[in-house]
């Protein structure tokens, strides 16, 4: 392909792209952005919003104390500034347009998501370009924008850095697959794999698998993959270690964290990277595949040495030193880390909208395979969408990966379908196309799904679907909140975000596992009696009590402890220390603290 015809591919998938984009942009207008007042209870998108505002009023980049939540004190966040950058820089471009702060902070939340959105579908239809041909671009650009919409890690609002960590993923794999036409495409994958990594440890899996990837394939193909190995290795070593300069303080550069880019995930990534293309580069070390595999075997041992001496603390699970309470009680119920099996007994009619699509990608992959002509693309794509599929069957967030991966194959398997239809007027290809398209679309299978639950739900109470907001999600009901003097409220960890995002007022608990002593206390007060609650109270300067009776946490929590003080607020039971406040039958019940005397 020409250098001409390149570019115009290039501007007709990002043209596409960007009407995908703008059509989910006009359909989320028409809804008036109802996610910006209705967070559905995802805490990290409010607390993401806290965060920047923080970073907005003055507290240093290198500072990610989250002072309004746990102890007194707060305690240290694990995310990365250069999600809270971009963020903060439209709304602080926005609010100075405007004049308006809260203004500027929605279009900021608008904005943000929507600009993810389009890149992460450019990069989908590049990969599938490279994999498929320019028939797959539209299939990929279609099912990429329904199954990416429906996901939702990319609604106004979404400002977690889940839809970033993909995008950056999913360009990685894309230059990659355009390294051996592009002359730095190999360089950018590198920079982008280790972006997603400083963004998040979650994407340590694919990162991984990646940069195995242009290893292998460099043992087996030196002279097309040579220099693609060195690129990579390069961009991957130089992002590392300027992101690790960026991001954390000097203060902090010998200590390892492994929830989040420290020293740990820099060493490492340096030494990978440096040590790639130094393989790549020397000839000795190249010059056959026994002495490239030899080589790369040899980084593998020091790698594990280095990590088994210098950071053996990562080698234990994510949660492994969670407090047993707080696993029963809080990550034992996350949706997101629930695993297949899980889902198959709780939840079967979800497992279809979460695993059906990826499922028949490997499927596609598995026939390609045993007809053989394997090709680098389909090594790149096959590893990918399997390492993305065994994270998924282990927590449900990995579908969110698995779903993306696997519009690559499909939508190189309609392209192939369309070019038969095109070819026979024959009624059953036409049929089969149509079975194609349906099957590769991810909101087909969601729909799936949810007739299933209907009806094996059918008989069953039907939830509240109107405006009550039983369980505490949208904006309205933290009104009265925001609305009082700030103080310290005692609440579940489900409202400890939205209790920051919505007032001034500072609680204990959150969703977040370095929040131990904060989820901790309020455990106590919440499980224990009155008076056990009355002296947490009274120690930390509470100035307020919130419940949300129909919370799943509120739940619980008063199953654990039936006899305990959140339990005897449910029944009405008010002890003398604390009086009523605000109206009747208000999703969120206040209590506020008599004054001696």
């Not at 990550?331 to 497992?351: G, M, N, T």
């Not at 398209?437 to 299978?445: A, D, G, Y």
Request: some cysteine; aromatic content about 10%.
């Amino acid at each position: 392909m020409g250098t001409a015809e390149t570019g115009a591919a290039w501007k007709s998938d990002l043209t596409l792209a960007l009407l995908a984009a703008l059509l989910a942009f006009v359909i989320d207008a028409w809804a008036g952005f109802g996610q910006l007042t209705d967070a559905g209870g995802d805490n990290d998108n409010l607390l993401r919003l806290v965060e920047v505002r923080d970073l907005l009023a003055g507290q240093g980049w290198f500072d990610l104390h989250q002072y309004r939540m746990g102890l007194e004190g707060g305690f240290v966040m694990h995310w990365s500034r250069l999600v809270d950058a971009p963020i903060a820089a439209i709304a602080f471009a926005a609010s100075a347009l405007t004049g308006s702060r809260p203004l500027g902070e929605d279009v900021a939340q608008v904005l943000w998501p929507a600009l993810l959105f389009w890149s992460t579908l450019f990069f989908t239809a590049r990969a599938a370009r490279s994999f498929g041909g320019g028939g797959a671009v539209l299939p990929a650009i279609l099912i990429g924008a329904a199954g990416y919409y429906f996901i939702g890690i990319y609604d106004p609002g979404a400002l977690d850095h889940h839809n970033a960590q993909l995008m950056l993923t999913m360009a990685s794999l894309a230059l990659l697959l355009e390294a051996p036409s592009r002359r730095w495409a190999a360089l950018l994958s590198g920079l982008c794999a280790a972006l997603t990594l400083a963004v998040g440890m979650e994407t340590v899996p694919y990162v991984a698998t990646i940069g195995v990837c242009v290893a292998l394939l460099f043992v087996a193909d030196p002279g097309g993959e040579r220099a693609i190995a060195r690129n990579f290795g390069l961009g991957f070593a130089g992002v590392a270690a300027l992101v690790f300069a960026v991001t954390v303080p000097p203060s902090a550069w010998g200590v390892a964290q492994c929830d989040a880019f420290s020293v740990a995930q820099f060493v490492i990534a340096a030494i990978a990277g440096v040590w790639l293309a130094a393989i790549a580069f020397i000839e000795p070390a190249a010059g056959s595949w026994r002495r490239r595999l030899g080589s790369l075997a040899l980084l593998g041992v020091v790698l594990g040495v280095v990590v088994a001496v210098l950071f053996p603390q990562c080698l234990s699970a994510p949660y492994a030193s969670l407090d047993p309470r707080l696993k029963e009680l809080w990550l034992d119920h996350i949706d997101e880390a629930q695993s297949l099996f899980a889902l198959l007994v709780r939840d079967p009619a979800r497992v279809a909208a979460r695993y059906a699509t990826p499922l028949v990608a490997i499927v596609l992959m598995a026939r390609h395979l045993r007809r053989g002509g394997w090709r680098r693309q389909d090594s790149l794509v096959a590893a990918l969408l399997v390492v993305a599929f065994a994270i998924g069957a282990w927590q449900v967030r990995g579908t969110t990966f698995s779903i993306a991966f696997a519009v690559v194959p499909l939508s190189a398997w309609i392209a192939k379908w369309r070019a038969r239809a095109e070819a026979s007027s024959s009624l059953g290809v036409a049929l089969r196309l149509a079975a194609v398209w349906l099957v590769s679309i991810n909101p087909v299978w969601t729909g799936v799904a949810a007739a299933a639950s209907v009806a094996f739900e059918k008989g069953k109470p039907v939830a509240d679907g109107g405006a009550s907001d039983r369980t505490c999600q949208k904006k309205a009901s933290f009104a009265p909140l925001g609305g009082m003097a700030d103080t310290t409220v005692l609440t579940i960890s489900n409202l400890g975000a939205p209790v920051l995002a919505y007032s001034g007022h500072r609680v204990f608990a959150g969703p977040y596992h370095r929040n131990v002593a904060g989820n901790l206390l309020a455990l106590d007060a919440f499980l224990g009696s009155a008076d056990d609650a009355r002296a947490i109270v009274e120690a930390h300067r509470v100035g307020l009590v919130a419940i949300c009776p129909g919370n799943v946490e509120t739940l619980i929590l008063t199953r654990k402890a039936p006899q305990g003080f959140l339990a005897g607020l449910l029944r009405g039971s008010v002890p003398d220390w604390l009086e009523p406040i605000g109206e009747k039958g208000s999703p969120i019940e206040l209590y506020r603290l008599k004054q001696a005397g």
